[in-house]
């Protein structure tokens, strides 16, 4: 008798559980869970952000290091110095991987072994000329701001140097480029769109404050935020300015777009999601510290890392906390996702893959 109980009891707990999992909204996200992967030390604040070249994840160092790790395993495949602080991440094209670091030197760097290709220097003497930001690839050029005030275009073979673009002011942002234009941010607050073949300015328009992360592309419209407070959509053809929308602080990451949200971080400490065909607030969510993290959208979380040292996963319907992970020590990396697993680096020396 009483292991008839047991049974009816046991399918009723069974019944209850599926019908609790089948009520959860559909925004709820499931598939992501959470667990560490595998942890990597590099020995030195893991300043720069992940990229992926096949089966290795590149990522720089404080120090200048681009390590070159088995994306599965976080085994270290080769290390290469470039002895100046990486910030942002390596661009990928072809064989090669493309960085920067403090110096202002840029680096062609072989995905199978990791020797250098090449180098350029910008032979400005008097100017600081640091890369501060990632720099860009695509139709066979390479591209990158410098603190010189300049956009540089290089033969991404050869290292040969196509065009140059001179803002006339610092430029610390990274690049974007994009169906044959190249978009760059100035402190000064104008936005330029550059003809990728030939460096000359096609459009511009500004902001009220120095533009400091870069833009992005998607769907014909580029998204672009600034010091001042705004992001700002403007529809590349025709150049048609679509709307603004005021964050009330410095806006410190570049834009996410993913599922009609634009997603971005604040220099006190706010990511934001805004609708991308309004401009409207959809949530915003405070963190301690401010945001220089790019955020990631994947399996309906958005990821991002704090200033704190606090790696968050967001409901990106919602905005609600899922999940939060604390490394003591800044996180200015931003996550990439690969295959349902997220990658990013801490100050505490450590690169981390979650699943």
């Known amino acids: 008798m009483h292991t008839i109980k047991n049974k009816v009891f046991s399918k ?7 019908m609790f999992f089948a009520a959860l909204p559909a925004t709820e996200a499931t598939g992501w869970q959470g667990v560490l992967h595998w942890s990597y030390d590099a020995f030195s604040a893991v300043s720069g952000s992940p990229a992926v070249a096949g089966d290795k994840i590149l990522i720089g160092d404080g120090t200048g290091k681009l390590h070159a790790l088995d994306r599965k395993t976080g085994r270290a495949l080769w290390i290469f110095d470039t002895k100046a602080t990486i910030n942002g991440a390596p661009a990928v ?102 003809n990728a073949q030939t460096g000359k300015k096609e459009w511009g328009g ?36 679509l709307w603004k929308y005021n964050a009330g602080e410095s806006i410190t990451t570049s834009p996410t777009v993913s599922g009609g ?39 309906g979380l958005v990821f991002f890392g704090a200033d704190s040292g606090v790696f968050f996963a967001l409901d990106a319907a919602t905005g609600r906390e899922r999940w939060r992970f604390e490394s003591g020590r800044e996180i200015m990396s931003s996550p990439l996702v690969v295959e349902g697993i997220v990658y990013f680096g801490s100050y505490d020396g450590k690169v981390y893959a979650f699943r």
């Open 206 to 241: 500004g902001s009220g404050g120095p533009i400091g992360s870069a833009a992005t592309v998607s769907n014909g419209v580029v998204y672009f935020g600034s010091w001042d407070g705004r992001l700002q959509a403007v529809r590349i053809k025709g150049v048609i300015p």
């Open 93 to 194: 094209l072809g064989d090669n991987a493309y960085v920067g670091g403090a110096d202002g030197t840029l680096f062609a760097v072989g995905l199978s072994s990791g020797a250098v290709q090449w180098s350029y220097s910008p032979s400005e003497k008097y100017t600081p000329s640091s890369i501060w930001a990632s720099p860009a690839a695509g139709n066979g050029r390479v591209f990158f701001n410098s603190a010189d005030g300049k956009t540089y275009a290089l033969n991404a073979a050869s290292g040969a140097l196509a065009w140059t673009f001179d803002t006339g002011r610092e430029l610390r942002a990274s690049p974007a480029y994009s169906a044959g234009l190249v978009f760059v941010g100035a402190y000064e607050g104008l936005f330029h769109a550059l």
């Open 261 to 299: 949200k634009i997603y971005f971080g604040t220099i006190n400490g706010k990511l934001v999601a805004v609708d991308a065909a309004s401009g409207k607030l959809v949530w915003e969510f405070p963190v301690p510290g401010g945001i220089h993290s790019d955020p990631a959208v994947h399996d």
């Open 12 to 18: 009723l707990c069974l019944l209850s559980l599926l």
